[in-house]
């Protein structure tokens, strides 16, 4: 199966907006529904619902880099944009996970946050409120 530029890019926005909606009810709960794992660990796995962990990467990486610019760390965030050009999955993952061991806590815990909503993600919840929001509509 062949997606145009088009697809891949609705996707991903999906992705990002599903991933963002997670990030916020995984603060709100103030735990992780799912066990944490480094995500260089996490991006390794096989994933048990069969998602492609690696496709999640491409939001995964533009709010980290967002986040970082935001919080003036913009030479780590350009080190992330350096990694997308060359770096395997692992790779970028391994340089997420050290990410978080350089900055202050207060962004630590808002980069775990989203670690926890990128592993806690199922496509088919976005498939099913999809299909819902189609049928309402």
């Given at each position: 199966?062949?997606?145009?530029?088009?697809?891949?890019?609705?996707?991903?926005?999906?992705?990002?907006?599903?991933?963002?909606?997670?990030?916020?009810?995984a603060?709100?709960?103030?735990?992780?529904?799912?066990?944490?794992?480094?995500?260089?660990?996490?991006?390794?796995?096989?994933?048990?619902?069969?998602?492609?962990?690696?496709?999640?990467?491409?939001?995964?990486?533009?709010?980290?880099?967002?986040?970082?610019?935001?919080?003036?760390?913009?030479?780590?965030?350009?080190?992330?944009?350096?990694?997308?050009?060359?770096?395997t999955?692992?790779?970028?993952?391994?340089?997420?996970?050290?990410?978080?061991?350089?900055?202050?806590?207060?962004?630590?815990?808002r980069l775990?946050?989203?670690?926890?909503?990128?592993?806690?993600?199922?496509?088919?919840?976005v498939?099913?409120?999809?299909?819902?929001?189609?049928?309402?509509?």
């Amino acid at each position: 199966m062949v997606l145009s530029r088009d697809e891949i890019e609705q996707i991903g926005k999906t992705v990002a907006d599903e991933v963002i909606e997670k990030l916020e009810k995984a603060r709100e709960e103030t735990r992780c529904p799912v066990e944490l794992k480094p995500m260089a660990e996490w991006v390794v796995e096989e994933d048990p619902r069969g998602t492609c962990r690696e496709c999640l990467l491409g939001p995964v990486l533009q709010w980290y880099r967002d986040t970082l610019q935001e919080n003036n760390k913009k030479a780590l965030a350009n080190e992330l944009s350096a990694l997308t050009e060359t770096a395997t999955p692992l790779q970028i993952c391994e340089k997420l996970d050290i990410i978080k061991t350089v900055v202050e806590e207060s962004l630590r815990e808002r980069l775990k946050d989203f670690d926890c909503a990128t592993q806690s993600f199922d496509p088919d919840e976005v498939l099913e409120e999809s299909t819902t929001a189609e049928k309402i509509s």
